[in-house]
């Protein structure tokens, strides 16, 4: 049931990004664009 939740976009995990510029967008587009999600809910980036 869990895992079916996360799968489907019901349940996620607060997620913030750290890291610089075309790295973290490429990571974030990579991980937004997967077929079934991992469960991620981005609510921040920290730019270092």
């Known amino acids: 049931m869990t895992v079916k939740s996360i799968h489907s976009g ?4 607060n997620t913030i990004i750290i ?8 990571v974030y587009n990579d991980i937004t664009s997967q077929e079934i999600s991992s469960g991620n809910h981005f609510v921040g980036f920290v730019n270092v």
């Open 10 to 13: 019901k349940l996620g995990f």
């Open 19 to 26: 890291g610089s510029n075309g790295n973290a967008m490429k």
